[in-house]
């Protein structure tokens, strides 16, 4: 019966991790795309005025190397 309950809360504990790890990719994505639109937005506000749009076509990579989760590698896609 020992056995039984360790490997269950084994399997419960990689549950909880799993979903902690899914929940920060989920976070630093919506961050990135927050981030992204902001700046845009500001872009159109500030720049249009002037016939000036020097950071409206940002690549997606120049932001994606900002964010990154805890010990993983940057997002870039």
Not at 7 to 26: A, W
Not at 42 to 57: D, G, T, V, W
Request: net charge positive; aromatic share 14%.
């Amino acid at each position: 019966m020992y056995g039984n309950e360790m490997i269950s809360e084994r399997l419960h504990r990689y549950n909880i991790f799993c979903k902690y790890n899914n929940f920060l990719k989920l976070k630093s994505i919506i961050i990135k795309y927050l981030i992204n639109i902001t700046i845009r937005f500001i872009n159109i506000i500030f720049f249009e005025s002037n016939n000036m749009l020097p950071l409206f076509f940002l690549n997606k990579k120049s932001i994606n190397g900002i964010i990154s989760n805890n010990d993983e590698k940057p997002i870039l896609k």
